[in-house]
């Protein structure tokens, strides 16, 4: 069984730039979700995609915006970065929106200058 | 709006001890999930432990068992005969059950430092 990865592991960007980072879901998960963490703190949820919709979205503005795949892989996207966009972007999958357990992978780090 | 609170920021204990970290919570539903994640340094977040709210039994997973009191919100995870390896951050957080968005609620976490 393929857990979640992610893509890709580091990334620096210039303020006002676009950013993608990718996720691949655990095999026979339908949902995935997505979440920033500051240095130092918990996870705070972004969205969350199910069967290629969004189902859902935390106090993020617009720029952050996301896709969902038919192979269940996901991509966030953010345009017009901020420096406080630096951050650990983490996906996880789950089988269900509301099943319980989600699954991480192991995070995309952005630094934005 | 559900929070998630530890009030723990760091904790050590020497290897081969036992370690209780503290989690409260606070909420108006009364059907949800609420897990134990663990963050090693290299970043992935783990699966530590789940209980299920309407379950009065604590859940257990080899040396991690919670004690969940639901009446309290609080749900603390000990740690017995701790290894070097569960140094780590620990997260608490929370998912209310059968909602159309499985969002996770976490704490600001604990880190924990196990010493030889």
């Known amino acids: 069984e393929t857990g979640v990865t992610q893509s890709p592991t580091h990334l620096i960007k210039t303020r006002g730039q676009q950013v993608t980072l990718r996720c691949s879901s655990q095999s026979g998960h339908n949902t995935v979700s997505w979440y920033q963490q500051a240095l130092g703190q918990g996870p705070q949820f972004i969205f969350q995609?199910?069967?290629?919709?969004?189902?859902g979205r935390g106090n993020f503005p617009p720029r952050f915006s996301g896709l969902q795949f038919p192979n269940y892989s996901s991509e966030l996207n953010v345009n017009a970065l901020e420096l406080d966009d630096s951050a650990l972007y983490l996906c996880?999958?789950?089988?269900?929106?509301?099943?319980?357990?989600?699954?991480f992978g192991p995070g995309t780090r952005l630094l934005v200058l | 709006a559900q929070t998630v609170t530890q009030s723990q920021p760091e904790m050590s204990v020497q290897e081969a001890e036992t370690v209780t970290l503290s989690c409260t919570y606070d909420?108006?539903?009364?059907?949800?999930?609420l897990f134990w994640y663990k963050q090693p340094p290299s970043r992935q977040m783990i699966l530590v432990i789940r209980?299920?709210?309407?379950?009065?039994q604590n859940a257990t997973e080899n040396r991690f068992s919670v004690n969940f009191q639901k009446a309290a919100k609080s749900f603390s995870l000990k740690i017995s005969d701790s290894q070097l390896g569960d140094t780590a951050m620990y997260f608490c957080a929370f998912m209310k059950r059968n909602g159309n968005t499985g969002k996770l609620i976490f704490g600001q976490g604990t880190t924990l430092q196990v010493k030889p």
């Open positions: 995609y199910y069967r290629e919709e969004e189902n």
């Open positions: 909420t108006s539903e009364n059907n949800y999930y």
């Open positions: 996880a999958s789950s089988p269900e929106p509301g099943a319980g357990t989600q699954y």
């Open positions: 209980q299920e709210a309407y379950k009065q």
